[in-house]
């Protein structure tokens, strides 16, 4: 009897098994992320599969769709070659241009063999992402500071801008617009790598006819530069990309080369060798109060939107102070910043240094270089204080202004709300300064470097005057918060925009003058000025620097001591008033009350 043996048939291979699925490798569900990987691979092969079967199903569809992918690849490409670096430049004509990278990177293309062409491709189109992004970051920097991004020193300010939405849209928004920036960043990057991969496989296919093209576009955009051809006054033949990434690159190096001369000149100090006792004796006896404004820039006073209103509230100040016995006399200083980095503004008139950015502030504020406000403590004829409601942490800089004590925004007892950035409006944080710090009693005068922040962007809500008297803790303000206007609704309108910053600076501006009416005395000595001027939707495209500066005192014999100095009469400068560098002002103010030069360093 035969006898019969069953063989099972074995199992076939891993991998695909002709019908678009693909099996499983024996003992793979034992391998961890085995049977995850498997399904992807499943996953994404349907899916090639689905896409070739409507690519046969629909061949003109097909087609159709494939062109359109091609030409918006080619205009993402050419787009972000001609994009400008300011609001300003975004003008439909200077995207009819014809950019010589674009010709460059078409050469190099179809010179190179597949493998390098899909590398040079991803490369190409990823530096070419991250060009388009520091154009983007120059047409912030430029609408908000300015000037241009710095890729050495300003990627912490990413930080500070995003506090800032914090303060003013609140936390959620803040991370909401973080993650989104990233994600867009990294979006586009890919993008931008994808549509470089697809035009350089397209000219490869038709590489005879994309090498003529080249040749010719080339000769063209040599032809055009050569006789300066221009189409609507903007030339046809274009290097924006190359101009802007030549214009990084010397950015960075005048940053790099800059370290070590401000470092140099932040050693050598006119008056750091002056002896305690020659440093501004003229002032023996007086409380002096230095004060900084927030954005009270030249625009505030000539403005034709915001004019109007500041300059009553000057006139208005100017008669006020005047019968309670103070005379004024103001003029002009050139900020050292523009629209923001009101620190910069700070340590350039307290330091006698011009301090533009934040390389430079690091600088200095780790050295000893004597302030102005150091100064009034190296006598040892004042106390010092600061009075900085815009701190919410900790501020080592103090040190180097020779404060003895400084009162943030945790100090000064307010329970009311914040109004955007502004941690309490101007008025209350000046009358916590009566209470706390300058009506007291002491037994040496104070010198006192009080920063207000009521006028900072965006300008919405605005506090309101209340009674002095009725300030308490505060909480006052909660009604006055609750009745004003959105940030949103003033950030999205520049005319908005600078009604509201207007307002803002009158009421800065009344807060500091009625304090002045109200608690000055005799030997009161309040120097006061912007640290800025405001962002270009409000002061303008082509806006000077400058910001208004005032000296105010009862004492006529403080103000003789200025006189030289040919400022105008009262709180308001004249148009033609004198206009110093801001770093200038140490110095003269120094040497005005009588302090005495003896050179330190060099």
Known sequence: MPVFTRFRQPPAPAGDTGDGTVR?????????????????????????????????????????????????????????????????????????????????????????PRVPRLVAAVLYGTGLGALTVVNVLDMGFNEYLGRGFNLVLDWGLL????????????????????????????????????????????????????????????????????????????????????????????RVADTLRDEAAFAREARADTFGATPPGRLVPDLRGKDVIFTF??????????????????????????????????RAKSGWLTSATYGGSS??????????????????????????????????????????????????????????YGLDKVYDAFDLGYRGPKFSWSTMPDQYA?????????????????????????????????????????LGDGSVFHAVHDAGQKPGDVVTDATRSRQEYGKSIQYSLTSLTQWLQRYGTDDTVLVFLGDHQPVSRVSGDRASRDVPVSIVARDPEVLDKVDGWKWTDGLTPARNAPVWPMSSFRDRFLTAFGSTPSPSGG
């Open 430 to 470: 000046l009358e916590a300064f009566q209470r706390r710090v300058h009506g007291r009693k002491r037994d040496r005068p104070l010198m006192s470097l009080v920063i207000l922040t009521s006028s900072h962007q965006p300008w919405a809500p605005i506090p309101r005057m209340v009674g002095w008297d009725e």
């Open 343 to 400: 620190w910069l503004g700070h340590s350039t008139a307290m330091s006698g240094l011009w301090i533009d950015n934040q390389q430079r502030y690091r600088t200095v504020t780790a050295g000893d270089h004597l302030t102005l406000t150091e100064a009034f403590r190296r006598t040892g004829a004042w106390d010092t204080v600061g009075v900085m409601p815009g701190v919410q942490k900790g501020w080592p800089e103090a040190e180097w």
């Open 24 to 112: 499983e490798a024996p003992g793979a569900p034992g391998v961890p992320g085995a049977s995850r990987t498997v399904r992807t691979v499943r996953t994404v092969r349907a899916r090639l599969a689905r896409l070739r079967a409507w690519r046969t199903r629909y061949p003109a569809a097909a087609r159709a769709l494939s062109r359109i992918t091609t030409a918006l690849a080619a205009v993402l490409v050419l787009g972000a070659l001609l994009l400008p670096n300011t609001l300003q430049g975004l003008q439909p004509d200077r995207f009819t241009r014809l950019p010589a990278e674009a010709i460059v990177g078409a050469a190099v293309l179809l010179a190179l």
């Open 159 to 250: 930080d500070d801008a995003q506090a800032y939405v914090e303060d003013t849209a609140g936390r959620t928004a803040a991370t909401g617009a973080a993650v989104g920036a990233v994600v867009l960043v990294l979006l586009l990057l890919v993008v931008m790598a994808l549509a470089t991969v697809r035009l350089g496989d397209l000219l490869a296919r038709h590489r005879g006819r994309a090498t003529r093209g080249a040749l010719a576009a080339g000769t063209v955009w040599i032809t055009c530069s050569a006789l300066g051809l221009q189409v609507s006054g903007m030339p046809i033949a274009s290097d924006r990309s190359a101009g802007a990434l030549k214009a990084q690159a010397h």
């Open 293 to 326: 404004i927030e954005s009270y820039g030249r625009s505030a006073i000539e403005d034709p939107v915001m004019a109007p209103g500041v300059g009553r509230t000057l006139d208005t100040s100017t008669e006020a102070l005047a019968k309670a016995g103070f």
